[in-house]
Every structure is written in structure tokens, then in C-alpha cells.
């Protein structure tokens, strides 16, 4: 039965040219993205100040870094769900009030312990972020050029990070819960852009709410266009449903290929400076400010990956680039500077633009129904391995030498690779319903 929102005969709702409401939405969802970067990667030159202060040792360093991810794992499982049960605007929109509330309570830390739980609230919040951002970005995108716009999400996540760690780096000051806190500010402005932002008629028509996915398509398109007829939903998505019937396979990649590609990510990236110090580098600071630049490039090129190549192509050879030069740096024995300067230079300019599609192919594999429970089932398997890495690495650079270390990160995108040529779906023109 043709509902009042499908419009039989219109024009497809994503072939839409480019409106007021595409460029809103994509300054939402990009501004969640920058804070999100932010928040993560603060958090290492912040330690690096804390570290006496606190008496931290290679564990307690490993648990506040970790903590935020441990809490993007479970605040994707749950508020992905919620998304998909009462909608995308509620979640999405006053996440961002925790935010920017959690980010100053950490100028008053005392305890590594309120570190650590105020660093697990933050992780929460942007568990939605990865699970209600990229839905409604893909729910308010055109068809056409779809895939750059949700990889920019890594593009804008990778400026957060960098950005985070300059001014970790530029920072004369002693004061490390000064640097915490200056997460509210990005917090704020992107809950400002939020509040202009409608609910997707996508998620509405795919309710039953087909009058209100109309009115917000009339506003925002025009009467012209429409959606997809689907059958209005009567139930509410059960994460259960990921991991059964004939799209399980594509459900169960869709956090495989994540996880292989954020646990040495993640990791590298938040404790760089005790990994170069390991690998006897010198002046570490003027080699990673440059190294970070490097990472913009990469998500930056990222984007134009994304528009030539297939999905399938992009993760495998991206996966075999990481595998190679990580496990270069840990097999090599007493390499050169220079050379391992660029086997740092090639990781870091590949693993930014291969974490672009950590926003493309989640979005592009779930139906409207089960998107953002998928994305933040996604999102959460992740962490698992970015959590276990950043808690585990200092660790192990401590007890097993840098080499060795490199060489276990090299098994994550060794295993992705391998997925990746069995499981990896295409989804390039998918027309999402």
C-alpha cells in the first residue's frame, strides 16, 4: 500500500541537488566528528602532564586512555537502539549537553578513579556519535558522491585528533585537567548547529509517521520528491536481529573490518611519543607534529579512494598497505632512522584514509530499520580492540620491546585483509531504504 510520504512518481528523495538542508546536516554531524577526535586525543599529551602528578603507572596510563573507548562500546550498543526505537533527533541533539558537561567536570579530577569514570561518561556520548551520526548523515545525503560525504566524517574525526594533539603539544602551561576540559568548547558550537536539525524522513516514514515525513520533505526538498515505499515498521529492532537471517554474514563484517583497523590505530596514535621513544627516535615532538599533518593528507585522500575505488577494493588493499608496513617496523632489526621514520610516514598516511570508511560501510550495509543499532553494534565490537591496544600497550612496550610490539599490531590488519577477501560486500550505489 502506497503511503502519503512515498509520492509514487516523484523524484528519489537522495537524487535531490543540493540544499540548505544537506549542508545543515553535514555541519552537524562533521562538527560531532571534530569533537569526537578531540576528546580521544587529548587525552595523550593530557597524561603526559599528569603523569607525575598522578604517579601513574604503564597500567594506570593504559586504563584512562582506554576508558573513553570502553565507553563508546557501550554507549554504541545502547543509544544506537534507542535511536532506531524513538528517533534520530532526540539521541543525536542533547548528547551533546553531556558532553560538554562531562568535558569541564574534569577540570575539577582529583582521583585517577574520577578520571577514569568521567572518561567512560565521555565514551558513551561518543558511542552515539558513531552510531546516530553517520545514520543521519547517510539518511539526509544525495546518492550521488554519498560515500565522500560519510567517509568526511573520519576527515573531520582526524582534524579533532590532530587539532587536539597541537595544542596538547603548544601548551606551555602545567595544568593537564585545563587541557580536558577544553573539549567544551567544540561541544558547545556543534550543539548549537543540532538544534536546526529536523528528524529524518526516512526514519519517520519507515515508522508509520509517513505526515510527518512528508511535511519535513516539503519544507526541506519540495513537493517533488519522495522516499522509497517500505512497510511501516510494528515492532521495535532488536539488536538480536543483526545476527540472523540471510544479511547476517554483512551485519557480523560490518564490525569485523572496525575493529582490525582500530586496535593498532588507536593505540600508535595515543601513545606515539612512548613508541618513538622506544624506537630511539629524537626530537619525537617536531617528527609528530609532522607525522600529524601527514594524517590530515591521508584522511584527505581517503575521499577520493572512496569515490574511485569499490568498496571491497579500498579495505583489502588498504588492510595490505598497514599489514606491510607495520610489520616491516617490528621484523627490521636496528633499521635506519630515516626508514623508519617513513614506515611510520606510509601507516600514518594510509590508517587515516582506510578509517574513512568506517563511516561509509556501516551506514551503506543496514537497512533505515536497524541502522543505527547496527552502526553502534559496529562501533562497539571496535572497541573491544581499541580498548584492549591502548590499555595494553604501554604494557607491552615496557615488557616485550617495541619490535614485538609492532609485530602484534601488524595481526590486525593481517586478519582484515583476510575477511575482507571472504566477507567484504559491495555497497557503492546501494539506494538505501
Not at 562533521?30 to 603526559?48: E, F, K, N, Q
Not at 558513531?130 to 548523515?137: F, H, I
Request: charged share 15%; glycine share 10%.
Amino acid at each position: 500500500m502506497t503511503t502519503p510520504s512515498a509520492h509514487p512518481g516523484g523524484i528519489p528523495l537522495d537524487d535531490a541537488p543540493l540544499k540548505p538542508i544537506h549542508i545543515l546536516a553535514a555541519a552537524a554531524v562533521l562538527g560531532g566528528a571534530i569533537l569526537d577526535g578531540y576528546v580521544l586525543g587529548i587525552v595523550g599529551p593530557a597524561l603526559a602532564l599528569a603523569k607525575s602528578e598522578m604517579a601513574l603507572s604503564a597500567l594506570s596510563q593504559g586504563l584512562i586512555a582506554a576508558s573513553a573507548l570502553i565507553g563508546v562500546f557501550i554507549g554504541g550498543l545502547i543509544f544506537g537502539n534507542l535511536a532506531d526505537r524513538y528517533g534520530r533527533r532526540p539521541v543525536f541533539s542533547w548528547n551533546l549537553i553531556s558532553f560538554f558537561v562531562l568535558s569541564l567536570l574534569q577540570f575539577f579530577v582529583q582521583e585517577v578513579w574520577q578520571l577514569v569514570v568521567l572518561r567512560l561518561a565521555l565514551g558513551l556520548a561518543i558511542g552515539v556519535e558513531y552510531a546516530v551520526g553517520t545514520s543521519v548523515l547517510a539518511e539526509f545525503s544525495r546518492r550521488k558522491g554519498r560515500g565522500v560525504l560519510l567517509g568526511s566524517f573520519s576527515v573531520g574525526w582526524q582534524v579533532g585528533f590532530t587539532v587536539a594533539f597541537i595544542v596538547g603539544t603548544l601548551y606551555d602551561g602545567g595544568d593537564w585537567r585545563f587541557l580536558l576540559a577544553t573539549s567544551a568548547i567544540p561541544a558547545l558550537i556543534t550543539f548549537v548547529l543540532r538544534m536546526g536539525l529536523p528528524e529524518t524522513p526516512m526514519w519517520l516514514n519507515a515508522r508509520g509517521r509517513s505526515a510527518d515525513a512528508r511535511r519535513v520533505i516539503d519544507r526541506h526538498f519540495g513537493p517533488e520528491y519522495a522516499i522509497p515505499e517500505v512497510e511501516p515498521e510494528t515492532t521495535h529492532p532488536s539488536p538480536r536481529e543483526l545476527l540472523v537471517g540471510p544479511n547476517k554474514r554483512q551485519h557480523l563484517y560490518s564490525g569485523l573490518f572496525w575493529f582490525c583497523q582500530v586496535g593498532p590505530f588507536f593505540a600508535i596514535f595515543t601513545f606515539i611519543i612512548p613508541v618513538f621513544d622506544a624506537l630511539g627516535m629524537q626530537d619525537e615532538t617536531t617528527v609528530n607534529i609532522w607525522l600529524n599533518g601527514l594524517q590530515i593528507a591521508g584522511a584527505i585522500f581517503g575521499l577520493f579512494l572512496l569515490y574511485w575505488l569499490s568498496r571491497r577494493s579500498f579495505v583489502i588493499w588498504t588492510f595490505a598497505v598497514m599489514f606491510v608496513a607495520l610489520l616491516a617496523i617490528g621484523a627490521l632489526q636496528s633499521p635506519p632512522l630515516w626508514l623508519i621514520v617513513a614506515l611510520f610516514a606510509i601507516y600514518m598516511f594510509v590508517a587515516p584514509a582506510a578509517n574513512n570508511i568506517q563511516y561509509v560501510y556501516p551506514a551503506e550495509i543496514f537497512d533505515t530499520r536497524l541502522r543505527s543499532t547496527g552502526v553502534g553494534f559496529s562501533a562497539a565490537f571496535s572497541r573491544i580492540s581499541a580498548a584492549s591496544a591502548v590499555y595494553l600497550l604501554p604494557f607491552a612496550l615496557e615488557r616485550m620491546g617495541a619490535s614485538a610490539t609492532m609485530l602484534i599490531m601488524a595481526a590486525f590488519p593481517l586478519l582484515g585483509m583476510v575477511l575482507s577477501i571472504l566477507w567484504a560486500p559491495e555497497t557503492k550505489r546501494k539506494i538505501l531504504r
